[in-house]
């Protein structure tokens, strides 16, 4: 409900939904907000913002809103409230009961990309340091993880090359397997401002999205590939880039391995990887794709844009290092207008890669088996840290169901919801002795909790989100938590519980401490983020201010670092019981599992996952816009509305994840990138029939 009246009061804050970051103004009366005003001095929107984030404060005082620690013996008791000493000392005990009986790594945790940087690098921390092992992953392990590993191995760095502005420079832009009108809304009006302003546009996703046609733009070339296939598309752009002689070859003469390049240009240069060979797997025309790959290569700055129709796929780091090999190749790294510039989906989820919340890697992506850098954080933590990498989400859950895995700490993230293979999530949960839940709702994993403490919306927050752009942004803490005490604060009182001190007197403490631990973070600080209003890290010595474009003169790890990138199809196949391929994606109005929006004035829009489905493949099956239907895997089965779309492609279908009751993960596949394990949920064979009953 949208309220009226002058505001006594304002603070400027971050908006907590997607990777755009678009501050606002979260005006008052007394300690009620009553309006969010997108903010004019916010870098990322410029005083713009979308549906979503001016409604954001509407689920924070939401009648279901958990305010009260609990706890219970097993799930199927019912839930007691408990004090909050009461609830962290249950916990720790717990965790100090399994490691005892079942050794040092049966205890874990889950970070969130819905969380500040400060209370994400205090749970990774109270993982090292007070579980004393390395089993702590974050979200962003299922959606943008192959960004990280792809990034790094060719460029040096897990992030994004570019600021958002300077798409403004951009001549050509190729957009890969995202939505932005629906993911990004913000950042897509700044590609359409340019794109009406003339520059050119490729959109290569399975959906006929927004961006390809809608009043005021219409893409260049849209290439409608099947699901599974971004890297046989990916190599047919090398091999017309290599062919036709439009490298760039002062570029990667002086900013490339050489060696490493012509293995690449020679391997994408044969046969199997034209676009005529191609066309078998990814259904486009092989005359699109040649002139795509022209008119990126030759068209001025080239800038790549992707989602995790990129990520989210068995070959999703590939598919990463497939852009890096052809925006190198065409000389489009490093200056406006240019770069691989992942979309990032939730408000943190670079924040929560850079804080060390993956098993392997320390804050900065630093590896935990480095000796001095281990060293740094045992003289500040103050003790022997662990150098063997710890478990992955998909590795907790594996050895969950086998029985070793036994306790799992999970801030702010709903996994039996939002995680693939809905029924092997829920048995790992259900296998474990202690599964301690920090939300803000009541949600589906908390079925499987023992310890339930209640969680801070944004607007209860603290601290600093790092947006896709590598922008530090400050969260500041509009009203008092609702449960009475700072997450971070929790955090610190479980560490303790546990038995290793920790102690900050408020979140900028814990910013000191991450800019002395993390380079790229050197020179970061609460009063330089006052002054400057936000930072884009690399923030140190060398680049005071910031560093809005990366590799610039060179690249981060030296020489650009080309990868051979062979299209292997994935095991996921379609076959006579399941002849059509699910792809899944977002919508405006909802954000992700929909926790939040489905509790906000916005979510009303949009009250039901519906299945698209192209009218060939509804007529074929006698399907009429609007019936209810089946819709199965080898994983399971879901009913839901059909809808009857010319977006889709015959024999692709398409619906949204935000409403537990489809369940959509219900039927996605256990697939998952080679390198990461994010999972596989841009594709899954399926067949749709009609049905009478949910
Ligand atoms: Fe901005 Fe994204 Fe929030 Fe919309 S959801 S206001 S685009 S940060």
Known sequence: VIEHGQPEHSKVTTCAYCGVGCSFKAEMQGDRVIRMVPYKDGKANEGHSCVKGRFAWGYANHRDRMTKPMIRARITDPWREVSWEEAISHAASEFKRIQARYGRESVGAITSSRCTNEEVFLVQKLVRAAFRNNNVDTCARVCHSPTGYGLKTTLGTSAGTQDFKSVAKADVILIIGANPTDGHPVFASRMKKRIREGARLIVADPRRIDMVKSPHIKADYHLPLRPGTNVALLNALGHVVVTEGLIDESYVRERCDLDAFEQWARFVAREENSPEASEQYTGVPAADVRAAARLYATGGNGAIYYGLGVTEHSQGSTTVMAMANLAMATGNIGRDGVGINPLR??????????????????????????????????????????????????????????????????????IAQSDPNTKHVTAGLAAMECVVIQDIFLNETAKYAHVFLPGASFL????????????????????????????????????????????????????????????????????????????QWPCNEKAPTGTPLMHVDRFVRGKGQFMITEFIATDERTGPRFPLLLTTGRILSQYNVGAQTRRTENGAWHDEDVLEIHPFDAESRGIRDGDLVSLASRSGDIALRAEISERMQPGVVYTTFHHAKTGANVITTDYSDWATNCPEYKVTAVEVRRTNHY
């Open 345 to 414: 989906g939730q408000n943190n989820v670079q924040g929560s890669c850079d804080m060390g919340s993956f098993p392997h890697e320390f804050s900065g992506y630093r590896h935990v088996a480095d000796d001095s850098t281990r060293q740094v954080f045992e003289m500040m933590w103050g003790v022997p840290l662990d150098p063997e990498q710890g478990l992955r989400i998909t590795n907790m859950l594996d050895e969950a169901v086998d029985g070793t895995f036994k306790g799992l700490y999970v801030q702010g993230e709903d």
């Open 460 to 535: 209860e927050k603290d601290g600093t989100f790092t947006n896709a752009e590598r922008r530090i942004n400050r969260v500041r803490q509009v009203m008092a938590p609702l449960s009475g005490k700072d997450e971070w604060q929790v955090t610190i009182e479980l560490a303790r519980a546990l038995g290793y001190e920790m102690s900050y007197a408020h979140p900028g403490e814990i910013m000191d401490e991450i800019a002395r631990l993390t380079p790229s973070f050197a020179g970061v600080s609460y009063d330089k983020l006052e002054k400057l209003g936000s930072v």
